[in-house]
């Protein structure tokens, strides 16, 4: 893809000074950069050039290098390869402060504030305007803080915490913190992900605001209606490569998406599908106080059944109260007609419940370990004699399962921190898998692995079912959750808000419950 | 303009919210206050003899030293760090200030609080080096120097000892004096009625003192805001050093006999006032004022069972029980404000 290096002119048709036609320079320039992490090429070779007074979008599957492309440009990552220029001028971004003195602000989908602070100390923390003596001057923050928010069209109040804010809050005053350090960059990395849509129209129209005042913003989504409603021009990230950029007019959402995927969709084989069977899992009307409210469903033996909604919509603590992590205030979990006692993982795992955790990192695997450790520490009961760990046998279940899910490893003794993400994942599915669950919650499966061995993830998820297992599926990734689910429950905020069979169910049905464009009532 | 449609009366929500919030806190300082009031009340009640001016000035003359610390221990905790060595830096300087006297001959007051502090600052300092140049977490470091610091006490006194007669009665007549024999606040009480008022000034109204709170609010956001973290938290450890040092002498002072085990123990009562004064031990929210609160409970309540004559050995498990109800509350606080807000959230969105 080539790129003349002109402003398009396309898509100007607001307020505020238009830049100046004709040839200019970009703001900002990222040429040729890489970035690897190990064996994963996140980015390769890959440009970017933005312009004052325009909004670029920036898309592409999860995993496609937008996240590191992001934190290069935020100073977070350091790149292999590759040179940054800003206003035509060649400059090293060392550390997170040195892209905020540079002009650059990332807005994060989730901010990170100081919540015992004010919202005004959160802005200018740091950088506090003094009065006589080097004091604090409060009022000239309170009122600094009110100056940025007016624009902004948002009223919060500078002296309250920010504990409690909400996401969208939380963005304003990030945002309120980049127009106070006059940022010329302004990263938004995902703002809309948790947003409602009263919410995402307020940040439309704060960077309509930016943009038209000549900041040059570059906006990251997965939601391609926005894309078109706010950029004027847009670059597709595939497998850690620029595959596309140009301005949007003339482009459709089926020219990106297919930028985007560039590949064959391979759908879950329709003879995999089973005709579901028994209820395994019974949730009935399960409730935790001010995280989700009545949540009722069920999931059959043969069956997929994917929780989707937006992030914080309260999806992953209901598959954690399920299991029996989290406690919950009201409500009932019945596996196999059995009533499973609240939060007793070891029940729960005892009835055939397995859990595949968000954060295999964290919670899913013990990473000084070993591989052979790993996949046997949910079976150590079976591989014991007289309460001593058989190191033979452990060995011996451990290459067992590594062939069944295709494991990529180096030696069995290797901690597991040495291998990729995927392969991790696939070694918390062994370790679950090894137990014969009946039924098995998995956790965002494919987030942060590469493309061939999400593919392997459906794949083995798709074949449990198959044979019986039932499925309980958070997902993020709608491409994900279209593919390979059998019904797909929608959260927004703490409520199932709808429900679709696979043949009902597409992106935009499910986005609109999510948000709550629509107002579907679960059937 | 539609932006008053979304955020549930935007004057009304969120200064509602902060008011709640406000009041929480307030309502931990004044908590404390209150504490204090019905404990002394009750006393009274059973034993008048409590609140004679001699009972009050011995409270004082106790709390002063203990709310001193507690100052210092405050600057170190909201950073989310933890000083456990205040014990043992007072234990030593109270032993080298107070020996100065015997030492030097004419010794100067005024020099011996300077040599405290020194000491104190330069404990503190070795503390916080460590913590902020190797990053080992501040409660094994501190752990560690508090062993170091009492072993280099027990080495430099060995069997001696200083004893009131060879200090100066103008020194020993430090914790007790007053306006007149009756009055029953020391001056000392008021010197450090002062410290503390000017600790919470220049925490609120500095930038420095800002930065201690986010630093502990949110670690990895103050190091995306610029803030030296690491010189922050140095400082504060020394001046939590500094202040124990300062502590030492007065220690000798209201004493006189000091030994190789002065301020033995200090570090936990010193956090347990900390945390009865409300100061989130995980760092980010808290006063010194009410730290400086705990200590003068801790030090009533000690009192209290001594004129009542329940045996002080009761006191440990009084002190333990405060905090426990203390840390229950901030939890039982946090846990009720957090969902309220979530609360209205999903209200106004469904």
Not at chain 1, 312 to 318: F, I, K, M, P, Q
Request: net charge positive; aromatic share 6%; proline share 4%.
């Amino acid at each position: 893809m080539t790129f003349d290096g002109r402003v398009p002119s396309t898509g100007r048709t607001l307020d505020g000074p238009a830049p100046p036609a004709g040839p200019v320079g970009p703001l900002l320039e990222l040429e040729r950069v890489s970035k690897s992490f190990g064996a994963v090429h996140a980015l390769v070779d890959t440009s970017l050039e933005l312009y004052a007074g325009e909004t670029h979008a920036l898309v592409g599957e999860n995993g496609a290098g937008k996240s590191t492309l992001v934190k290069v440009l935020a100073g977070v990552y350091w790149p292999d390869a590759g040179t940054l220029r800003l206003g035509g001028r060649s400059v090293v971004l060392s550390s997170p402060a040195a892209a905020r003195e540079a002009g650059i602000a990332v807005i994060y989908q989730e901010p990170s504030l100081f919540p015992d602070l004010t919202v005004a100390e959160n802005v200018f923390m740091g950088r506090q305007p003094l009065r006589s003596g080097r004091r604090v001057d409060s009022k000239a923050m309170r009122r600094r803080v009110l100056e940025l928010l007016e624009p902004l069209g948002v009223r919060l109040d500078p002296e309250r915490i920010a504990r409690g804010l909400s996401i969208a809050d939380q963005q304003v005053v990030e945002i309120a913190k980049a127009l106070s350090l006059d940022a010329r960059v302004i990263i938004m990395d995902e703002p809309t992900a948790a947003l409602s849509a009263y919410e995402v129209d307020r940040l439309f129209r704060v960077v309509e605001n930016l943009r038209a005042s000549g900041a040059a913003v570059l906006f990251i989504s997965h939601r391609l209606e926005e894309v078109f409603a706010i950029s004027q021009r847009v670059t597709v990230m595939r497998d850690g490569h620029r595959v596309f950029t140009g301005p949007l007019e003339g482009l459709t959402s089926q020219d990106l998406v297919r930028a985007m995927v560039g590949r064959d969709v391979v759908e879950r084989q329709s003879s995999q599908r089973v005709k579901p069977g028994e209820t395994v899992l019974k949730v009935e009307r399960l409730t935790r106080e001010g995280v989700f409210v009545d949540i009722s469903f069920e999931v059959r033996s043969g069956e997929i059944v994917a929780l989707a909604g937006l992030v914080g919509a309260g999806r992953t603590e209901v598959a954690r109260a399920v299991f029996g992590i989290d406690h919950y205030d009201a409500g009932a979990v019945h596996v196999a007609g059995h009533a499973l006692r609240r939060g007793a993982p070891a029940a729960a795992m005892a009835a055939g419940v397995g859990l595949v955790p968000e954060d295999r990192r964290l919670q899913g695997l013990v990473m000084e370990l070993s591989i052979a450790s790993n996949i046997a520490l949910a079976s150590l009961g079976k591989l014991q004699r007289f309460g001593i760990l058989r190191r033979a046998a452990e060995s011996r279940f451990a290459a067992d399962w590594a062939t069944r899910l295709r494991l990529k490893y180096g030696r069995f003794s290797d901690p597991v921190s040495t291998l990729s993400g995927g392969n991790q994942q696939k070694i918390v599915l062994a370790k679950w898998l090894s137990r014969h669950p009946q039924l098995l919650v998995v956790d965002e499966p494919t987030r942060g692995i590469d493309v061939a061995t999400k593919a392997e993830v459906h794949r083995l998820l798709g074949d449990l079912a198959h044979d019986g297992v039932a499925i309980l599926m958070v997902s993020s990734e709608l491409p994900e959750v279209l593919l390979i689910s059998d019904r797909i429950l929608v959260m927004r905020e703490g409520r199932l808000v709808a429900e679709f069979s696979h043949e009902q169910a597409s992106e935009e049905s499910i986005v609109a419950a999510a948000t709550g464009q629509t107002s579907k009532v679960p059937s | 303009m539609s932006v008053a449609i979304g955020t549930v009366g935007p004057g009304g929500g969120t200064s509602g919210s902060r008011r709640l919030v406000e009041l929480i806190f307030r309502i931990r300082e004044f908590g404390i206050i209150a504490v204090l009031l019905l404990f002394v009340a009750v006393t009274a009640s059973i034993q008048p003899r409590f609140v004679n001016s001699q009972n009050i000035k011995f409270v004082f003359s106790n709390a002063t030293i203990f709310a001193l610390l507690a100052v210092g221990e405050t600057l170190v905790v909201v950073t989310r760090n933890v000083d456990l060595s205040v014990g043992s830096v007072l234990g030593l300087s109270a032993f080298l200030s107070a020996n100065l006297f015997s030492q030097v001959h004419g010794m100067p007051i005024v020099g011996v609080f300077a040599a405290g502090l020194a000491i104190g600052l330069a404990c503190g300092a070795v503390n916080g080096a460590i913590v902020t140049l190797a990053r080992v977490p501040s409660l094994v470091v501190t752990l560690a120097t508090l062993y170091i610091y009492r072993a280099l006490d027990v080495i430099i006194v060995g069997g001696g000892l200083v004893v009131a007669s060879s200090l100066p009665n103008a020194f020993l007549a430090i914790p007790t004096a007053s306006w007149s024999r009756l009055s029953a606040v020391p001056y000392l009480a008021i010197v450090i009625a002062a410290v503390v008022a000017a600790s919470a000034y220049c925490l609120r109204s500095f930038r420095p003192g800002r930065e201690l709170y986010a630093i502990g609010s949110n670690p990895e956001a103050a190091r995306l805001a610029g803030i030296p973290s690491g010189k922050r938290i140095f400082f504060a450890f020394v001046m939590s050093g500094g202040i124990a040092g300062v502590a030492g002498v007065l220690w000798a002072a209201t004493y006189g006999t000091v030994d190789s085990t002065a301020g033995y123990g200090y570090e936990l009562t010193v956090i347990a006032a900390v945390v009865v004064g409300g100061v989130n031990i995980f760092g980010g929210s808290g006063t010194v004022v009410g730290a400086a609160l705990g200590a003068l409970l801790l030090a009533t309540i000690n009192q209290a069972l001594y004129v009542l004559g329940i045996s002080s050995f009761w006191d440990p498990a009084i002190d333990g029980f405060l905090i426990l109800v203390a840390i229950s509350l901030d939890h039982w606080i946090s846990v009720r404000l957090t969902s309220a807000l979530r609360k209205r959230s999903l209200h106004h969105a469904t």
